[in-house]
């Protein structure tokens, strides 16, 4: 503990290691979603290379957006929380539900995504292992749990996961300006709509970009070797590291996919995966393949944390002075030795399987219903924080948390256009009203607000 902190708020060397292993194990999942959201995009603008760049420029400009609002949020909640937290101090402890069941139904949804993701990768490189592909998106699904199980690998192995594939993303930057420029190998087909039109339509399913942003503000409540303004300090330091490095390689491959005419690829591989065939050498993909795999099953690993750690924190529970509160069954808090709650694990493999398996085990698939369910709990956290705004008459913030969920509706209310993120959205609301129901038959205990930051502290 004092090795962390510094008199005068200095940098120490072991808080430095301490930052360095959240914020970038924090990130995996927004820097993960680099493998397969600006190819989600280009099949949403039909191929048109040329819209490519300011489509997935009007995504990271709306990430910026969020990441400034929830810079805010951070700075309220410092013992982590996220929109669950605002969302029940603003509205009324019931209303968290709303969040809380819009995360349930993004970490399912992470882990089967991420899983897909990194079979495709592996068939990128392997392009025989095509027929087998659900089989191997569901036994990487199975896998991470099982590796879940025995103890997660630690923050340091994730950010280091992360690292290595930035790392090898800037090597693929790097060596695609030694390729000369060419076109795309077919013409871009008409997308159908005016380039305006086709950009804003576009863009929200690209949005999966953003998923991870929620992350630092609930994740902080893991430093409790930190006081509220170093945990602080460290959640808004991880929001704007993710955006530099999220930011920066989603504009850069882009820009170099337009470049080199890397179009909507073949079935049996990716966007990604072919503009690093192209870059780099074949020692280089395949590192770069292996990394992008391995950065995948960190974002599902740490799923497999969260969601079971936030099934155990709402589980029934006895304290020491003989009160018991939470609202789903005990077994789903029961603990093995390494404090996993097993159960919670079963039941998110069992349900990220069934989702893999139904969507063919393609990350292409998924990625249409992925970017709703959460941008539900963003809208919660940043109305709550525009009625904080203007219960403080803070006018500045309320502009900018105003401008923030406006960005958040609109595209929450194109994908819903698209039909398939309905189904995300209506098991987010349904796990959110059974939720209620289950917290008013037990009494409405106290707390409920509170429970996304209580399952980060004990992860």
């Known amino acids: 503990m004092t090795q962390l902190k510094s008199r005068r708020g200095a940098v120490t060397p072991s808080r430095a290691v301490l930052l360095f292993a959240f914020a970038f194990a924090v990130m995996a999942d927004p820097v993960s979603s680099v493998a397969y959201a600006i190819e989600a995009a280009l099949r949403a603008l039909r191929g048109d290379l040329a819209l490519l760049l300011p489509t997935m420029a009007l995504v990271v400009g709306i990430v910026v957006l969020v990441i400034v609002n929830y810079h805010q949020l951070v700075a309220r909640y410092p013992q982590g929380g996220g929109a669950a937290a605002a969302t029940g101090e ?17 970490f399912v949804l992470t882990i089967a995504i991420s899983s897909a993701a990194g079979a495709s990768a592996v068939i990128a490189f392997f392009p025989a292992l095509a027929p087998w592909r659900v089989l191997i998106a569901v036994l990487l699904v199975a896998g991470v749990a099982g590796g879940t199980w025995f103890g997660h690998l630690g923050r340091t192995v994730f950010a280091l996961m992360t690292v290595a594939f930035i790392a090898l993303t800037v090597i693929v930057l790097v060596s695609a300006f030694f390729v000369p420029a060419r076109a795309a190998a077919t013409p871009s087909p008409d997308p159908g709509h005016s380039p305006l039109i086709a950009v804003a339509l576009a863009f929200p399913v690209a949005m999966a970009l953003a ?3 929620e992350a630092p503000s609930s994740a902080i409540a893991q430093l409790g070797q930190l006081d509220d303004p170093g945990r602080r300090r460290f959640g808004r330091v991880t929001l704007w590291l993710t955006l530099g ?3 920066t390689s989603t504009l850069g491959l882009t820009a170099q996919a337009v470049r080199l005419g ?10 990604i995966a072919e503009l690093a065939r192209a870059a780099t050498s074949t020692p280089v993909f395949a590192a770069f393949q292996l990394t992008t795999a391995l950065l995948l099953l960190s974002a599902a690993s740490s799923s497999f944390q969260a969601g079971p750690g936030l099934f155990k924190a709402l589980a029934r ?8 509160t939470g609202i789903l069954p005990a077994w789903l808090g029961r603990t093995n030795s390494h404090h996993t709650p ?3 694990v079963v039941v998110f493999m069992a349900a990220a399987a069934l989702v893999t398996a139904a969507a063919g085990g393609r990350d292409q698939e998924l990625v249409l219903f992925y970017a709703a369910s959460v941008f539900v709990s963003f809208f919660a956290g940043l109305v709550a924080m525009a009625r904080f705004s203007w219960r403080d008459r803070r006018f500045g913030f309320l502009a900018i948390n105003f401008a923030g969920a406006v960005a958040v509706a609109f595209t ?3 994908n819903l256009t698209r039909g398939d993120p309905v189904v995300s959205i209506a098991a987010a609301l349904l796990i959110a009203a059974a939720l209620y129901w289950l917290w008013v038959r037990s009494g409405r205990p106290r707390g409920i607000r509170n429970v996304a930051a209580e399952a980060e502290e004990n992860n």
């Open 90 to 106: 603003a509205f009324g402890e019931g209303t968290a539900f709303v969040p809380i069941g819009a995360l349930i139904v993004d």
């Open 262 to 271: 890397v179009g909507v690829p073949h079935e049996d591989t990716t966007q």
């Open 211 to 213: 998923t991870g942003i």
């Open 317 to 324: 529970h006895q304290h020491a002075d003989g009160t018991s």
């Open 412 to 414: 929450l209310a194109v």
């Open 245 to 247: 490095v999220v930011g």
């Open 342 to 344: 097993y159960w919670g």
